[in-house]
């Protein structure tokens, strides 16, 4: 009789960690989607252009709500590794979004800039150099006296 | 015959080429088009209203062809449109719920209605989704209203109501 209750101890133990051990899983996957989601935020509002890796970080969320409803490892496995890729490439794609972010500062601050300086150096420089070149490629008009 | 200087001379009294109205207007459109292209360059990237959509789509993926009356666990089929203009990268929980015709939902106040399931996306700003629906309704219903609310999950765990919504009235029936 011992031997029986001890059993069944036993078998409801396991069941019971097998079951955690699978929740626990579930909850670390999605966990680990949102904490992906929060640097890929994170790195956006650093200037990091992220159209391509949300297509990516959508489909390794894609992937674990499938894995939850289907159970295949696979899935899994596949979408945890999605996820390490991304990771790995946040820091570059930030870096490129700095640098775009830079250009674009200095476009516009070079655009109005530039565009007065042209317009002096035409305004002063302008009217003498449009005679002189006129003057230049007609120096060898002859000019009929009226 | 007139020397260089002569006729530098003589040119020169006549500089007004081009009239001092047409100059004017010409350099009006050059200043027009140069600050039409700096506020360009300045709203480039720049969202003046963000928004989120959700759309409910028909078996065929079109607007229409609604089912309208299913039978108890009948599995209907569905496809949800997501879209993000919030200017920024969204996560996207859609709560599918069941209500009736006494349910009450606007844009700031969610129903309190069961739900049958959830869905999630994440979505970059401008990119949108099409998520294919199957659900089954467990009991009969008259004027069942099957609710897809737009949830936003947030950066600080604030999973927070977007005040849009989609519905579809149906009739449950045990009977074909």
């Keep these: ?42 790195a956006e509002k650093e200037g990091a252009d992220v159209t391509q890796i949300s297509k990516r970080l959508d489909t390794a969320l ?28 946040l820091p570059s794609l930030i870096e490129e979004g700095k640098a775009r ?17 042209i317009g002096l150096i035409t305004y002063i420089y302008g009217p003498k150099l449009v005679w002189r070149l006129w003057l230049k490629y007609r120096k060898d008009w002859k000019v009929k006296r009226r | 015959m007139e020397t260089l200087a002569e006729v530098q001379e003589g040119l020169e009294g006549e500089k007004k ?7 004017a207007v010409i ?3 050059i200043i027009v088009a140069m600050v039409f292209a700096y506020t360009q360059l300045l709203l480039k990237d720049r969202v003046i209203e963000p928004f989120s959509a959700i759309g409910l789509l028909g078996p ?21 449109f997501i879209d993000n203009h919030e200017g920024r990268i969204m996560y996207y929980v859609v709560k599918a719920k069941l209500g009736d015709k006494n ?30 629906v199957k659900l089954k309704i467990p009991r009969e ?30 009739n449950v029936t045990s009977r074909i």
Excluded at chain 1, 16 to 22: C, E, G
Excluded at chain 2, 61 to 80: A, C, F, H, Q, S
């Design chain 2, 17 to 23: 080429v081009i009239d001092e109205e047409v100059a």
């Design chain 2, 60 to 80: 065929e993926m079109k607007i229409g062809d609604y089912p309208r009356t299913v039978r108890v666990n009948e599995t209907i089929d569905l496809y949800m």
């Design chain 1, 62 to 89: 894609q992937l674990i709500i499938k894995w939850q409803k289907e159970g295949d490892e696979k899935l899994i496995t596949q979408a945890v590794n999605m996820l390490d890729e991304i990771k790995e490439m």
């Design chain 1, 101 to 117: 972010m830079k250009m674009r500062m200095f476009t516009l601050v070079a655009f109005p800039l530039t565009s007065a300086l």
């Design chain 2, 141 to 170: 219903m008259t004027n069942a209203r099957l609710i897809f609310e737009l949830w936003a999950l947030y950066e600080n765990r604030t999973l927070s109501y977007t005040g849009r919504w989609v519905h579809l009235w149906l």
């Design chain 1, 1 to 42: 009789m011992k031997k029986v209750i001890y059993y069944y101890i036993t078998l409801i133990f396991l069941i019971f960690i097998a079951t955690s051990d699978t929740i626990l899983s579930q909850e670390t996957v999605k966990e680990r989607v949102f904490e992906t989601y929060k640097l890929v935020a994170e």
């Design chain 2, 103 to 132: 349910t009450l939902i606007n844009s700031s106040k969610p129903a309190d209605a069961p739900i049958l399931t959830t869905y999630e996306t994440i979505l970059a700003h401008g990119q949108n989704r099409t998520l294919p």
């Design chain 2, 27 to 29: 350099l009006a459109i």
